[in-house]
């Protein structure tokens, strides 16, 4: 009765042996999953040999139990192993990092010293340099990048770039996305600025709810309280597109302006986008260089092909693309011409609803508060979803309390309580309702 016992242990042990080596190969990234399967079965094939039905002498028996006790949890163990070194093996290694000047308590780089920078390195080579009084805090790290949230201050970035990298810096409503750039930010809870040096950055926030891209020498400033956001290139001053005869200024340049339309880009995708005027079509659609950040060869293309024609029997996309790059510009009497072209031959579209809105900026940039109030109120009987719709409520009863006329801003502020509770002209509604 002996043989077949001692037999099974010798096929036990053979499979033991197999196993082994397949956690050894598996370490060392020679087995394929199929091969991992193939073994657990054999494994569990020489376990069930072990005949359970004999009867030997006392001794043997409680030999051969514990063997199999012995053999169950060395088995289990190894496949643990197997699992652990796996995992080990295929799993992301997040990134790590120092921080030098600062202690990181929890995440918030609290600096040393107030009047002395501090500096995160991290593992891939990026690193950021904290600037004297900033408020930051590192709120996650992986494998492709960190979140980073600014809460106030000024802090230089350079990212390494990397296949697969996303990193992440919020600011206020702000959110910027990083995929290998460097700039600088500053947020102090109403202005966010981001100076590019390298490279390019996707800014989310306020207008820019589908991103707005800030290439490398330019210059993003947007506003929280007015919800206003414009782009200006630092390396070009004063801008060479002349506007009434005479270069624009610095100061003309740094008036803010609502980000590109998304509608815009979307409208470039589907149709192309072209303006195929005289039988010559641009090489790259007009939206996708406004989405790019290039609006000087929008509006340069627009004026050698003539800008009357273009106006006359340009596409929708390359009218509203015009139109967001000559805001970027300053060049706004390019820029209400091709939003009035908008409106007027395209009158049912989405764009031509959110050129309504975006005259009705221009009217109040010319300090035209009942003109501009007229514009907003406008574009949401036209499209009270819209993008825009939000930002034209409040901007209606920031003017109408402005002016005192709580009568008409009344009616505003309720709906604007309603639809956008927790929206950022929250606190003017509730001045005007008397709500808590």
Known sequence: MSQPNDESRRAGKREWQSLAKVVRDSVQGKVHEAVHAQERAKFLAAFRAIDPGEKPQAHRAHSLLRWRMHFAVGAAALVVGLVFFVSRKTAPIALTYQVAGAVADRGYLQLL????????????????????????????????G??????????????VHRAGAAWTIEAGPYEVAVTGTAFSMSWDSDELTVAMIRGSVMVKGPLATSGVSVLAGQKLSARQHDHSLSIVDQTRAPNPLEHDGQPATAGSAQTQEPAPRPSATAGATASGGTADMG????????????????????????????????????????????ADAARYLRRNDVARQALVAERSRFPHSSEAHAAEFLLARLVEEQGDVLGAASGYDLYLRESPHGSFAQEAMGRELALLRGRGDRTAALPIAERYLREFPLGPYTHIARDVTGAP
């Open 113 to 144: 010293d107030v009047t002395s920078t501090a500096a995160v390195s991290f593992s891939d080579g990026s690193r950021i340099r904290i600037e004297p009084s900033t408020s930051a805090r590192i709120a996650g790290v992986n494998a492709e």
């Open 146 to 159: 960190a979140h980073l949230v600014l809460e106030r201050g000024l802090i230089e970035v350079d990212v």
């Open 279 to 322: 039988g010559s079509g641009t090489s790259q659609s007009w939206a996708v260089r406004v989405a790019s950040g290039d609006y000087r060869s929008v509006l340069r293309e627009a004026e050698e092909k003539g800008l009357e024609a273009t106006l006359s029997n340009g596409p929708l996309a390359d009218l509203a693309a015009l």
